[in-house]
């Protein structure tokens, strides 16, 4: 929460006068600012459609309905990742098909094809941690096998994908969504989402969804949903847009920092991007030698007050609600073993020296 603070006090009288003018306006529900945010991020992102939504939650279900994804058919997804995507799946009938992940946490490539069967009809993206994930490969698959890709973009706003293809993640599939949750690289101040796509026929349709089905007031086409950004959050994330790559530059030079100070920890292994992969590092996640080091770090750092978390200790396919008795050798490995420690654009050169200095006292001690 510190960060978020922090980064409200940064712009503080921008944001507040921004939210003050929807209040004096009383427009709360599909106000002016949500309209102009829209095309802000269009520009933003470069891509012709940005929808805006209630949340990221919300931006998966209103994509995979797009796209006309039905009952029975399945998506392939990672299983190391938040529960959004196989929740909106299932609450649709459709299939998560979990595969393994890669060395950065992002879906393994290799394990696509094998995944793929008559009923497979999208591959899912998720740019877990900022990194960006191999879409030209994806997209190769993806075209060879009729397949449209979903991007779950929820951790990755601003990252830019340069491969053969180029562009913003989440606007380089069919369909990509973000997350505006107050801890993201935008955040807001509740619940936001949104959807992009350069297609105008799926940008119409996530519209009307998101709209409870409708084009005009009353008259519904299609089953939709109750899903808008409120015009107080539109207002917020204006003005936060603005400074998003100011915010991101000082994300990633905490990454820096950390790395500079924790690479002789031949204990861990640090985040492996590199300049062929960009990041904005919406987490800063360590994988420790063992599962049992990793808890006992936990417990030191806790006691020591830094915040750390494991994003995530139980992998997707071992959830109880969506269980699936598959090895995925990476998946499982990494959640026992990863821990991601505190990030945000607002940490001062003392709180990071106080967490390296803590973690490199706890590898001395335990030698
Ligand atoms: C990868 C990923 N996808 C989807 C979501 C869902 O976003 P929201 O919390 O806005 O519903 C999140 C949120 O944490 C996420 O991290």
């Known amino acids: 929460m510190a ?37 802000d991020l269009e520009s933003y992102l470069n891509v012709p459609h940005a929808i805006s939504c209630g949340s990221g939650t919300d931006a998966l279900t209103i994509a995979m309905m ?22 909106a799946a299932l609450l649709l009938g459709i299939k998560p098909v979990f595969v393994d992940i890669n060395e950065n946490y992002l879906l393994d490539v290799d394990a696509l094809e094998t995944a793929i069967t008559e009923k497979t009809k999208a591959i899912a993206a998720v740019h877990l ?95 939709g949903l109750n899903s808008r950004l409120d015009t107080i959050q539109a207002a917020v994330l204006r003005v936060k847009l603005k400074y998003l790559n100011e915010t991101l530059k000082r994300r990633i030079s905490v990454a820096h920092f950390y790395h500079e100070n924790l690479s002789e920890i031949s204990q861990l292994r640090l985040p492996r991007h590199n300049k062929s992969v960009n990041c904005t590092f ?9 599962g049992e080091l990793r808890d006992k770090l936990q417990d030191f750092l806790k006691s020591k007050g830094v915040s750390v978390m494991i994003y995530y200790p139980l992998p997707l396919h071992h959830q109880k609600a969506y269980s699936q008795s598959i090895p995925l050798k ?31 006292d706890f590898f001395n001690t335990i030698k």
């Open 3 to 39: 960060n978020i603070n922090a980064l409200h006090l940064r712009h503080k009288e921008e944001i507040e006068s921004s939210i003050q003018s929807v209040i004096d306006k009383a427009a709360f529900i599909k106000g002016d600012e949500v309209a102009t945010f829209e095309q």
């Open 282 to 290: 919406h987490q800063y996640t360590i994988e420790c030698e063992s």
């Open 66 to 87: 797009a796209l006309g994804l039905e009952r029975g058919d399945e998506v392939i997804m990672p299983s190391f990742a938040y529960a959004a995507l196989p929740e």
């Open 129 to 223: 941690f900022g990194a960006h994930c191999d879409m030209d490969s994806i997209k190769e698959i993806a075209d060879r096998h009729d397949l449209r890709v979903i991007e779950d973009a929820a951790q990755s706003l601003g990252t830019y994908y340069q491969g053969i293809i180029q562009g913003y993640t989440g606007c380089i599939g069919d369909i990509g969504i973000t997350s505006f949750f107050p801890s993201k690289n935008l955040g807001c101040y509740g619940d936001g989402g949104a959807i992009f796509t350069k297609s105008k026929e799926l940008a119409d349709k996530a519209r009307m969804i998101a709209n409870h089905g409708q084009n005009k007031r009353y008259y519904h086409e299609i089953i």
């Open 330 to 360: 990476n998946a499982e490995r990494m959640s026992k073993r990863v821990l991601s420690l505190p990030i945000c654009s607002e940490k001062t050169t003392e709180e990071l020296e106080y967490i390296t200095n803590q973690i490199k």
